[in-house]
């Protein structure tokens, strides 16, 4: 089992200490040297690691949901000028189609 503290701070400044908690499960027989089976046995390993994790609560500025915002318009406009302008083109090749003039 692994336990690494941790510190985790939110929007008003208040900070926290829990600890996460981490474990591998193996499962297996053993057998000893004599083909006997070994009696079961349960081992804990408690790893405290050195390191501490923080957390901190951070709020976005407004102005990344505004750029966000045109980014989004933006390419809309963009799509819909690539699909207009293909529209266009194909109207135009139809028309010398029709008139014959078409290579």
């Known amino acids: 089992m692994k336990i690494v503290p941790t510190i985790y701070e939110n929007l008003q ?33 408690y790893d405290l690691n050195p390191i501490t994790v923080k957390y901190t609560e951070k709020r976005k500025p407004f102005y990344t949901f505004l750029t966000t915002i045109c980014a989004i318009v933006g390419g809309a406009f ?26």
């Open 13 to 45: 400044g208040k900070q926290v200490y829990p600890y996460q908690f981490t474990y591998a499960h193996r499962e297996y027989v053993p057998y000893a040297h004599g083909g006997f089976r070994v009696p079961p046995t349960i081992w804990f390993r």
């Open 78 to 103: 963009t799509v819909s000028g690539i699909i207009d302008s293909m529209i266009f083109t194909a109207s135009e090749v139809f028309k010398k189609h029709q008139m014959g003039k078409l290579g």
